[in-house]
C-alpha cells in the first residue's frame, strides 16, 4: 500500500511538473531590477510590488492576531503563536542587550518579520514564474512580476542603513550625545592636557601621544559604522539572490521534483538571514549603548559575523 501511495505521489509530481500554469519556459537571471509599472515618472519595480505585498501580509496576520486579545490566549491559537515567537526573541536579545533590550525589541522585530516574509515570499508558486511584458516596440521585453525584495541590493542597503543609523540614534538616547560624539573624535585628553597645563598642573606630554592614539581610534570607529552598511547589505542580498537563482534554475529543469529539496533549504536559509540580521543589529545597538570599557556586546557581534562568514 504504501508503495502504491508513493508512486502514485511521484506521478503527479511528474504530471504537474508538465502541466503546471506557472511553468518557467526561459531562465531570466538579472541583478538589477525590472520596472513593471510606472507611475508618472516614478517606476515601480518588481522587488518593490514584493516588499509591499511582504508589509500587506504582515498586516494582516497583525490585525488578525489582535482583534480579539485575551490575557491566557487558547494554546494553538495565533496569538498565542505569535506572543511564544517574540517571547522567544526578545529573551535572546536582553540575554546580550540588557536593560535596553526593551528599547531596541520594536525595531529589531520589524527587522526580522519584514526580511523573513520577503525570503519566504519568493518561494510561493508564482512569485518569479508570472511575468509581464514591459517596454514599446522593439523595447519590449518580458520580466518577472514579482522578485524578492531582499534580492533587491538597494532594498538590503536601505535595510542596513537603517540599523547603522539607528545605532546612533539609540547611542545618543542612552550615552548622551558628548559621549557619544567622543567615540568616533575622541579629544578627551586632549582637553584633559590642555585643561591641566592651563591651570599650571604641568601634564604629562604621554598624554598627548595617547590622544593622538584615540584620534586614530576614533577614525578607525567611523569606518566600522561605514563597512557595516556595505557589510550588511551585501551579506543579505548575496545569500538570498543566490538562493533566487538557485531555485530559477532547478523549477526551469522541475519545478515539482528537483526543486523541492532546495525550496526547503531555502526556507531555512531565508528564516537564518533574518535571524542573523536582527541579532548582528541588536549587538550593534548594545554595543553602541555601552561604556567603551564594557567589551561583550562587541564581542557578540564579532562572534556572530565569524559565524555567518
Not at 251 to 266: D, G, H, K, N, Q
Request: hydrophobic letters at 55%; glycine letters at 8%.
Amino acid at each position: 500500500m504504501r508503495k502504491i501511495i508513493i508512486a502514485i505521489l511521484i506521478a503527479l509530481l511528474v504530471i504537474a511538473n508538465v502541466f503546471t500554469p506557472y511553468k518557467i519556459t526561459s531562465v531570466h537571471i538579472q541583478m538589477r531590477p525590472e520596472v513593471v509599472l510606472s507611475i508618472g515618472s516614478f517606476g515601480v519595480t518588481n522587488t518593490l510590488l514584493t516588499g509591499v505585498l511582504a508589509a500587506v501580509v504582515l498586516l494582516v496576520i497583525g490585525w488578525l492576531a489582535t482583534r480579539r486579545l485575551v490575557d491566557a490566549p487558547a494554546a494553538h491559537s495565533l496569538q498565542n503563536a505569535i506572543e511564544g515567537a517574540f517571547e522567544l526573541l526578545y529573551g535572546y536579545i536582553e540575554s546580550f542587550a540588557g536593560e535596553h533590550a526593551r528599547a531596541f525589541f520594536p525595531l529589531l522585530v520589524c527587522f526580522f518579520l519584514y526580511i523573513l516574509t520577503s525570503n519566504w515570499l519568493s518561494l510561493v508558486p508564482g512569485v518569479g514564474s508570472i511575468v509581464v511584458t514591459v517596454g514599446d516596440g522593439a523595447a519590449t521585453e518580458t520580466v518577472p512580476l514579482l522578485r524578492s525584495a531582499t534580492s533587491d541590493l538597494s532594498g538590503t542597503l536601505a535595510l542596513a542603513t537603517i540599523s547603522v543609523i539607528a545605532s546612533q540614534v539609540f547611542g545618543v538616547r542612552f550615552r548622551g550625545w558628548w559621549r557619544h560624539f567622543t567615540r568616533f573624535v575622541a579629544i578627551d585628553r586632549f582637553v584633559t592636557f590642555f585643561r591641566d597645563l592651563f591651570r599650571g598642573r604641568h601634564p604629562s606630554p604621554s598624554m598627548l601621544l595617547q590622544g593622538v592614539l584615540d584620534l586614530f581610534i576614533g577614525l578607525l570607529e567611523i569606518f566600522e559604522e561605514l563597512t557595516k552598511v556595505l557589510s550588511f547589505g551585501f551579506r543579505l542580498f548575496g545569500n538570498v539572490f543566490g538562493g533566487e537563482v538557485l531555485l530559477l534554475v532547478m523549477a526551469f529543469l522541475a519545478p515539482y521534483v528537483a526543486s523541492l529539496p532546495f525550496m526547503a533549504i531555502e526556507t531555512l536559509t531565508g528564516f537564518i538571514q533574518a535571524f542573523i540580521f536582527t541579532v548582528l543589529s541588536a549587538a550593534f545597538f548594545a554595543r553602541a549603548t555601552s561604556s567603551q570599557e564594557e567589551a561583550a556586546p562587541s564581542d557578540v557581534a564579532t562572534s556572530q559575523e565569524s559565524v555567518v562568514a
